[in-house]
């Protein structure tokens, strides 16, 4: 098996320029010594039982059980909706476009072996909700409510409209055979309608919160129905933990992630990390490590990790980003604005498919240019090219690659991001683990949701705060 690896060498100043990159020679010295901590810190977490997600590749009872579930459902569905939000859809998605592409739902069910296809809800859009929900054939639809908590308003709404359009289309008694919820094993609303209305539920390990939830049931049910294989998955998660636990800081991909991201962010300013894979296929995979990166260490130290206590926020800014689309929109930004980012590239050194480009119109220079490359060959040209014009102006960047993108190395992939924000809470001094700033707003949509205030004035603009043009 092939692991991802990480080349580094665009964020040292010996690239970069003097003053403009690290000094390697820290690598071996001060910044061994801050992942060191880290890694201890880490490892009490492990030790203590908060890292669920490291125990799930080798979990091979949980895994076992998805997949009788997932197979005892695919046979009698030809939709799945996965309905759930944040950790409990990005990670999914970050499966599905990764190994399925982008056009899964478009073929037919010989090209898709006769799986499923596969939809998501998460956003409680009525737009989007009612447009999958008026075109799916509900009798032949399969709904996973996923929800760690078992309580998210979000989730819960969509579950009541779901059951009762089920309740029309197949009729009550029926309705429980279309539902699969995927919960915490013991607590929450949903685990007690489980019980009830005797739904099948999968259980999410306590210990395993929501957006490092990918690798557990939360992913791999919708995973396993639609035919990616997840003894591949994890056997690629397992042995990238194994590498991202050494301790030699320039041998653990997921210590030099986190340290050099930590100190370009601490010692150089450069607090913003663009996560920008050359692939469509990872596009979801960006969006996952900006939920990841931002929701686990934006926060105030001292309320669990170890390295730094102060009560200003910390935290860096993550921002998803693909190529080479965005060298058509956030590449001047990147090149000339504000010296405050770090890029994160990802390449795949070989491609499922790839295309030749003709050599037309030869005689046009533009048209010249491209000929006897492939769209393939084009997009690492564009990457090695960005790469090199911010290295130029003294702008840093890593690179993680893939040799194939399939499940071993999305896998790998998944646990190395993982497993370096853990590090990287240790290092920023916080808990990656929680996400104490989302609570005022979810206390206050409950608030408003019990006073009805969705109607009145209640925390939208008076008619005296609009500008006047609004009135
Ligand atoms: O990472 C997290 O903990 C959050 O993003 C949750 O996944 C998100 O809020 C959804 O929560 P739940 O799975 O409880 O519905």
């Known amino acids: 098996m092939k692991l991802p690896t990480l080349e580094y060498g665009d964020l040292l100043e010996h690239r970069l320029g003097p003053g403009r990159g690290l000094d390697p020679a820290r690598l071996r010295g001060d910044l061994q010594e801050r992942f060191a901590s880290a890694l201890l810190g880490f490892r009490e977490r492990r030790d203590r039982g908060e890292l669920g997600f490291l125990d799930l590749p080798t979990d091979a009872s949980l895994a076992r059980q998805v997949v009788e579930v997932a197979d005892s459902f695919a046979q009698w569905f030809e939709e799945l909706v996965v309905v759930g939000i944040g950790g409990s859809s990005l990670g999914t998605r970050a499966l599905a476009e990764g190994l399925l592409g982008g056009h899964w739902n478009e073929l037919d069910d010989e090209a898709r072996d006769h799986f499923p296809r596969l939809h998501f809800l998460d956003n409680p859009d ?135 991201l930590h100190a370009s962010d601490r010692d150089m300013g450069r607090s913003v990390h663009v996560f920008m894979p050359y692939s469509d296929r990872l596009r979801a995979t960006a969006l996952w490590f900006q939920q990841l990166w931002a929701e686990s260490l934006g926060k105030r130290p001292g309320t669990g990790g170890s390295l730094e206590a102060s009560s200003a926020g910390v935290g860096p800014t993550p921002v998803a980003a693909l190529g080479a689309v965005d060298q058509h929109s956030l590449l001047q930004l990147l090149m000339d604005g504000p010296d405050d980012k770090v890029v994160l590239f990802a390449r795949i050194r070989r491609r499922r498919d790839d295309l030749a480009i003709p050599g037309l119109h030869l005689e046009a220079p533009s048209f010249g240019r491209v000929a006897g490359h492939t769209l393939g060959g084009l997009l690492d040209i564009e990457l090695r090219a960005t790469r090199e014009a911010l290295r130029r102006v003294g702008r840093p960047s890593l690179t993680l690659e893939l040799d194939t993108l399939d499940e071993e190395s999305l896998g790998a992939t998944l646990m190395l991001c993982q497993i370096a924000t853990v590090l990287a809470g240790e290092l920023y001094g916080v808990n990656p683990l929680d996400q104490p700033g989302v609570e005022l707003s979810k206390t206050l949509t409950a608030e408003f949701l019990a006073s009805g205030s969705e109607t009145r004035e209640g925390g939208h603009p008076s008619a005296v705060d609009r500008a006047p043009w609004t009135v």
Request: with cysteine; proline share 5%; aromatic share 2%.
């Open 126 to 260: 009525p737009d989007t909700t009612a447009a999958l929900l008026d075109r799916l054939d509900l009798r032949r639809t399969l709904f996973n409510v996923v929800s760690k908590s078992g309580g998210t308003v979000e989730t819960i709404a969509q579950l009541q409209i779901i059951e009762e359009r089920l309740r029309a289309a197949v009729g009550e008694e029926a309705v429980r055979g279309h539902l699969l919820f995927t919960t915490d094993p013991e607590r929450g609303d949903l685990r007690r309608l489980a019980d009830a209305m005797q739904v099948p539920a999968l259980p999410v390990p306590s210990n395993v919160g929501g957006r490092f939830s990918v690798l557990s049931p939360v992913g791999l049910l919708a995973a396993a129905t639609v035919g990616i294989e997840v003894d591949r998955l994890l056997a690629g998660a397992a042995a990238m933990a194994d590498r991202c636990l050494r301790d030699e800081l320039v041998e653990n991909p997921a210590g030099i992630l986190a340290t050099l």
